[in-house]
């Protein structure tokens, strides 16, 4: 199975003939070649495409707004007038739009079809989601233009490629609806002079020839009994026809040309960095401590005995791993929030710390200025979900405390011990900074994202401590 050959129509400005040139350009496509499967979609919600092609009145199964809610391309698919597919618009888009912000949307949800042939999409005079999704699928992008104001809405689209990352290889400008009536003097002997010459000073690459205005072709649009006709039946011995049959050949002959899909190439870089996020997991993962920083239970590995409440990195990355949750409220509550007994874990208080460590960090520090052997202090900050600093609290640091009948050791130094101590037995300059994670899959906070967000708030708090 091939992936699909994808040309998206877009254009900032409105009014410069989008949907025209996507729904004749379906038709040219299939007439140039019988056997070539063409689909037809559109972001607008002026239904153009479903008027024009739909041959009966049954409820459609779907629309494109499903393609961002993970249904199959290929169940939304209608068999349409003049040989053409196509998959029906929506005008519940705008709701959508709201939660959507992955332009690769529409990508991902064609790599998993098995639609063929040339995929033809209509978008809105507007860079949202769904434009910008077409965008980032596309093998080509036509770019209508019919005046200097269009033009200058080219340079978004551009933006869009270089923001993220893509080649502009795909871009093609198209001057439409050009009157042929105009004549200037001077070296631009016309409108589409100017139109391309305007295009190859702004390092834009143009398609061959253009589209002409034409009130034949205008008027298929606008009729008594409201259907769309296309050029090919009703406006062939019009201009326009074979300037619609070039850019169709165009098309068609650089879809087969074409080395590489878009679409291949998105499954291929997909799976590349998949395969680095997995070697950046496996390789966070093989560096934790298996034992919990405090007490030493196993919590890591087919032995683990415990469960993980909390994750922890020193400011060094020298080490890294869990402490049971029961563990760091312990010592939260005993030494920094002066506990007068042991607070157990179906106190109240016991909820309301659970409760706000879930947008907390804590972060562990020697006191500034406390860096005698027999003098040392500890301090426990509290940052926010942004890396701003909440609260915090010292304390003096004893390795041996006063207990009911005897001195017995502090339970903070396993911690520090395994963190944050030098080889003299020492607070060093790197602070431990703890972050509460999901004791079903702790493993969670180590994938890319969520320790990205790990990392820049531990960057955002090595500001911010003396």
Known sequence: MSTPYIVTISSEKGGVGKTTLATNLAIYLKALHEDLPVTLMSFDNHFSVDQMFRINRQAARGDVGDLFTGSDPDSLVETGEYGVQFIPSSNKLH????????????????????????????TRPDLDIFTGSALFAADRVIVPVKDAPSMDNCRHIYDFFDSHGLSRRPLRILPCLVDGRIHYEGPFRDPYQLLKASAINRGYRCLEGYIAKSPKVESLNTNPDGKIYPILTHGRHTDVHIQMAHVARQVYLHSIEAETRRLAEYSMDTAFAE?????????RFSALETGCM????????????????????SSDQKISGYIEEECFAGLAFRYFYGAKRAVESLDPIWDLFRES?????FVLQR???TRNFYQQKLSFYRFDEKGLEVSHKTIELQEFEKRLLSKERSDLFPLLERSLFDEQGRLGEAFLLVRK????????I?????????????????????
């Open 95 to 122: 709701i959508l739009r709201r939660d959507l912000d992955d332009p690769s949307a529409l990508a991902k949800a064609f790599v998993k079809s098995s639609i063929e042939g040339i995929v033809i999409i209509d």
């Open 275 to 283: 395969q680095a996020h997995k070697n950046s997991y496996e390789a």
């Open 294 to 313: 405090v007490c030493g239970t196993p919590l890591v590995g087919k032995d683990r005995t415990g469960q993980a409440g909390y994750f922890a990195q």
């Open 357 to 361: 460590a879930q947008r907390s960090y």
């Open 367 to 369: 006191t500034p200025h």
């Open 437 to 444: 994670v999901s004791s079903d899959l702790p493993e969670e």
């Open 446 to 466: 180590l994938y890319d994202q969520n320790f990205d967000g790990f990392a820049t708030v531990m960057a955002k708090v090595s500001t911010q401590l003396p």
